[in-house]
T-cell receptor, first 111, second 113 residues
Framework: RKEVEQDPGPFNVPEGATVAFNCTYSNSASQSFFWYRQDCRKEPKLLMSVYSSGNEDGRFTAQLNRASQYISLLIRDSKLSDSATYLCVVDPSGGYNKLIFGAGTRLAVHP | GAGVSQSPSNKVTEKGKDVELRCDPISGHTALYWYRQSLGQGLEFLIYFQGNSAPDKSGLPSDRFSAERTGGSVSTLTIQRTQQEDSAVYLC???????????FGDGTRLSIL
């Protein structure tokens, strides 16, 4: 089993739609969680950290479910500019080792 | 402020040649990572450095790959006797400490002819 697993997609949605991605992780000791965004042929960039209580940043909401070991990202009112690959990132060992990147979920928002 | 800087941005070389890729991390960041990404694929971890600790080399695909980090700052990734399958984008990232968010450079696009 991979340490971080994501549905590769692609998710094809119209502008204005709400879309959600899930990510599961294998190590229950994981403490830090992040979502990154990677545009085509560009480097990954931090989108948001994921906190235990859930957190929101504009149209983006991240949630953590420790019992089920999954993280979610919800995007409301999708824009064309949201089209990208979204990477789930986990610290697998409670702060003592490198972050692990998922393979990413591709989102395509169309007019 | 200065981000992670990588050079060269593009490198084309013949099979069998050696290449050196450079990464200049964000000042003060103690952790530095190398990844590679083939077209349409996810990030493949190669190696990371944390302060003065021994590097984690667990992701290096063969002994043709090596990396150094001098003075806790600039890092060089060296690929010896390059093969066509080494063609990829090589990304460097740095973070304040090992479990903090990583900031990526623009990458080096390596093409082996």
């Amino acid at each position: 089993r991979k340490e971080v697993e994501q549905d590769p997609g692609p998710f094809n949605v119209p502008e204005g739609a709400t879309v959600a991605f899930n990510c599961t992780y294998s190590n229950s000791a994981s403490q830090s969680f992040f979502w990154y965004r990677q545009d085509c042929r560009k480097e990954p960039k931090l989108l948001m950290s994921v906190y235990s209580s859930g957190n929101e940043d504009g149209r983006f909401t991240a949630q953590l479910n420790r019992a089920s070991q999954y993280i979610s990202l919800l995007i409301r009112d999708s824009k064309l500019s949201d089209s990208a690959t979204y990477l789930c990132v986990v610290d697998p060992s409670g702060g003592y080792n490198k972050l692990i990147f998922g393979a990413g979920t591709r989102l395509a928002v169309h007019p | 402020g200065a981000g992670v800087s990588q050079s060269p941005s593009n490198k084309v070389t013949e099979k069998g040649k050696d290449v050196e890729l450079r990464c200049d991390p964000i000042s003060g960041h103690t952790a530095l990572y190398w990844y590679r990404q083939s077209l349409g694929q996810g990030l493949e971890f190669l190696i990371y450095f944390q302060g003065n600790s021994a590097p984690d080399k667990s992701g290096l695909p063969s002994d043709r790959f090596s990396a150094e980090r001098t003075g806790g700052s600039v890092s060089t990734l060296t690929i010896q006797r390059t093969q066509q399958e080494d063609s990829a984008v090589y990304l460097c990232a740095s973070s304040e400490t090992v479990n903090q968010p990583q900031h990526f450079g623009d990458g080096t696009r390596l093409s082996i002819l």
